[in-house]
């Protein structure tokens, strides 16, 4: 029998947090050694994936299945180049939060690890979902750990940060509901068999006029979740509040889910509704790109101008992916992940200022750099990560996403390019108004420069900064074949309604013959029956 | 198959019920809790008699008692909501100082009614159930005899459920007037049958809705509920959320879904039945979002789920209601579980400000509680996001997109109630002591199961599954 490999990566952390309930608290050294310990065990067992990875084909990897509960919801998981990446970065950055909160976290440790872990488990699981309900499950599952994570350890306002959270993810994510199962209904109706598998979706195109509704329901829940201008309230709230390490995973992961949901989902699953909405989406994501960066440079809290640089990047990266090219989809992915690292290690330096001053004011510090010199160094490079200065992870990534722009629209480019001089703008002004120029804060002068565990954590951000920038072959080629099929699925079902349309009565559905093996088991579930 | 075995859960229970009252003379009041061991082993009996008649189809007196499968499984989650309700009820009564021997018979006394409700189709003979239980239910809800709001619920619910019998029996009458019968199915035949029946049927049937709302406190008829919830002893308020909605729904499933499978004569039902359900849904998430009385929000919650499971009547899934009755026996019994463990002696702990704190304070109660707040409030993987899932998906089927958008938003205002409570518990500093009695181990057994129970319908349903698909393909029931 085949170690499920898959399996482990998604469900060690969970594994880790039921045998944490039985752990006494009072042994928090036990519980963070532990804790540290699994969520290295969880990566080293993501790496197998990395390096066992076959970057020829488009199908599914290290796919899992099993039935489950019957009516077409199985146990199916499997990994392909957009996927692999995600949960790589989810389980890269784990050991890193759970070293961030080593001394942040001082009261009810054991329970901030057990939320740590099931949030672990719930993302990597929307991203290995290969199944409808499956995804529902995890996307839906993930909410009640940040929930509470923001909830127990936040700042002031976390209770409201917390609630709103949930609430807006929820709305999205509940309309979603509906659209899973009308889809589910209609395909029952069409076949006479239950599936959920989205290999089937894939297969079923359906009429324009029901994908716009469809699409308009994912695209809200993952709009949401990115976070799209005018639904981005929510972030900068739950930002700023979440303790360290919560802002660390939701701006680099979670954010992600997004994304990720509408390269899994929205656009293979109803591309003639999204060429409809291309012009609208386009233009969201400009004033996201724009709204954010102005939003940035006003902020006098560093937590906040970080979380509206998000807004920013991620606009930068779903424009980048509706240029429905090579260059812009690639470079959107490998912009989530830079996205990822530089964002979630700036989160770490605000972090690490904070536990010193116990504030984040911009206005209260002011030559840092004289008292740590070292930090300073880590800082401004995340910082200039951040940027996008070349050789560095930023630039490759902003560079292919402008390039897959500039190729779908030029007047979206050319306005896109804004992200980065505003990204320069906000991000070097803080930079100079907290790390350099005298001395402002006496309390400044007590400050401590970091600590051996605190450079344990941020230098492998740095080194795989560098490495990303640097030699971005390594991590590209796994993509390639992935997001090529995507785009020729999404060009191929497009072109088939476009035929059908010339018809007067174009059908409700379509389905296209199956050319590769996608695996189906929408039979099998029949006979269980 | 004609045989008197078809009478033995319900005798059991009755004879338990009889044995329960006349040893309560003989115990002392400390001693009482033994009549809750007798009243659990007559339970299992009952409960293996139930399932030893599964597949058997017994019925009796002319196929007016009739042990369908469906019937059995109704039979059983009703054993076990009892079952669990004595288990939390034991040491709840001796704190409360409400430690009455007649509690536990009437409890069976009413459990009886609801066996006879769920094992008949004769209109008269669930009339006779439905009244075996009302009277129980005013009796157990009175039971705090020096607690003003105990009294209160009693009289408003003994009048408002006289008034809703009423309008039931009204129902019945005109309905046989119309239909010259009061058996279900000769009477859904009638009625589709076409205009003979007219608008006396409807009418008869409108009635049998009214009454039958009461008890299941749909909109506009649950205005007892929350006063009825709040002043009843807490485990009766557990009981009453579950079984009489139970007992409800499976009389309402009988009448209207081989009654809408002829939509064009069943439109008018349909549409009303339609508008019960989205306003109950709509209104009873609405309202509970203002209470701060924590019994008085699950109240209003119950409220809700009546909307959730009339949808699965409009969906005509009877396979969907049935997971969600058992999905939300579990949640719903163990929220009142956890409210109760969180008492001590001459008080309860039942308003919002009293939860802060608590989940970090006794770990093991929050954490239960959290998580059948978390279910009723629809998330996964716990059996409440199942439950819910099958029904929309079913309603879906049926063509109520829009039904199912109004259901989804209403959970949506359900969730920020729902975790309003888990804030209280986690997220706030408590400003006083909470102390509470934690020994209580029938309590902590109660609140187990019923984790195991969201958990398993939850993650692994499957069993549970096949045996509602059984239970179900039966219809039309006889």
Known sequence: MEIPILSIVTFLPLAGALLFIFINRDKENLLKYLALFISIATFIASLYLFFNFNAQTPDPQFVEKSPWIGYGINYHIGIDGISLYLILLTTFLMPIVILSSWTYIQKRVKEYLIFMFLLQTGIIGVFVALNLFLFYVFWEAMLIPMYF???????????????????????GSLLMLVAILYMYNLFYKATGTYSLNIFDYYRMILNPSIQVWLFLAFGLAFAIKVPM??????????????????????????????????????????????????????VLCIIGIIYGGLMALIQKDVKSLVAYSSVSHMGLI??????????????????????????????????????????????????????????????????????????????????????????????????????????????????????????????????????????????????????????????????????????????????????????????????????????????EDKESQ | MNTILALFPLLIIVVASLLVMILEAFFKRENRSYLAYISFLFLIAAAAGCVKFWNKDYSYFDGNLYLSNLSLFFCFILIVATFLVILISMKYLTLQNANYGEYYALLLFALSGMIIM?????????????????????????????????????????????FASAFLVFGIAFLYGATQTTAIPSII???????????????????????????????????WTPDVYQGAPTPITAFFSVGPKAVGFAVLLRIFIPYFQDALESQLMFGLLWIIAAITMIAGNLIALRQTN????????????AGYLMVAILAQDTQSLVFYLTAYLFMNIGAFAAVIALGKKDHEYLELDDYKGIGFRYPWI????????????????????????????????????????????????????????IIYMYMKEPSYEVDINIDNPALFLALFLCLYGVLQLGIFPGNILVLIRQAVAALPFL
């Not at chain 1, 909830?151 to 976390?158: E, F, N, P, Y």
């Not at chain 2, 929309?392 to 969730?415: D, E, K, W």
């Open chain 1, 149 to 171: 994570l923001i909830g127990i350890w936040g700042g002031k306002r976390k209770i409201y940060a917390t609630v709103k959270f949930v609430l807006f993810t929820m709305f």
């Open chain 1, 229 to 282: 201008f005018p639904f981005h309230t929510w972030l900068p709230d739950a930002h700023v509040e979440a303790p360290t390490a919560g802002s660390v995973v939701l701006a680099a992961v979670l954010l992600k889910m997004g994304t990720y949901g509408f390269l899994r989902f929205a656009l293979p699953m109803f591309p003639d509704a999204l060429k409809i909405f291309l012009p609208v989406l386009g």
């Open chain 1, 318 to 523: 779903m424009l980048a992916i509706f240029a429905l090219n090579m260059e812009g989809i690639v470079g959107g992915i490998y912009q989530m992940l830079n996205h990822g690292l530089s964002t979630g290690a700036l989160f770490l330096c605000v972090g690490i200022l904070y536990e010193r001053s116990h504030t984040r004011m911009i206005k209260d510090f002011g030559g840092v750099s004289k008292q740590m010199p070292v930090f300073s160094a880590f800082f401004m490079v995340c910082m200039l990560s951040s940027v996008g200065l070349p050789g560095l992870n930023g630039f490759v990534g902003e560079i292919l996403c402008l390039f897959g722009v500039f190729k779908a629209n030029k007047i979206l480019a050319i306005l896109a390019v804004t992200t980065v001089i505003l990204a320069a703008a906000y991000l070097l002004w803080m930079f100079q108004r907290v790390m350099q120029g005298p001395i402002t804060n006496d309390r400044v002068r007590s400050f401590k420069d970091l600590n051996l565990r605190e450079i344990i954590y941020l230098t492998p951000i740095v080194i795989l900064m560098f490495w990303m920038g640097i030699y971005p072959q390594t991590f590209l080629r796994k993509m390639d074949v992935s997001v090529s099929n995507l785009l020729n699925q999404v060009n191929r079902k497009e072109a088939i309604f476009t035929e059908a349309k010339k018809e007067n009565n174009p059908p409700t559905y379509i389905f296209m013959e199956k050319e590769t093996k996608t695996d189906s088991i929408a039979k």
């Open chain 2, 118 to 162: 769920v094992s008949s189709s004769d209109l008269i003979v669930i009339f006779l159930g439905l009244e075996v239980l009302s009277l129980s239910s005013y009796a157990l809800t009175g039971l705090r005899r020096e607690d003003e709001k105990s009294n209160e619920a009693a009289v408003k619910y003994f009048l408002l459920g006289s």
């Open chain 2, 189 to 223: 035949k009638e009625l589709q049958s076409g205009s003979s029946v007219g608008t006396l049927g409807l009418v008869g049937l409108g009635l049998v809705v009214i009454g039958f709302g009461f008890k299941i406190a749909v909109v506009p008829f649950h205005m």
């Open chain 2, 294 to 305: 924590v019994k008085r929000i699950l109240a209003y919650s119950s409220i809700a789920h």
């Open chain 2, 366 to 421: 929050g954490a239960t509680f959290a998580v059948f707040l978390i279910s009723l409030a629809g998330f996964p993987p716990t059996g409440g996001f199942l439950a819910k899932f099958y029904v929309f998906s079913a309603a879906v089927r049926q063509g109520l997109v829009s039904l199912v958008i109004i259901g989804v938003l209403a959970s949506l205002v359900s969730v920020f109630y729902y975790l309003r409570i």
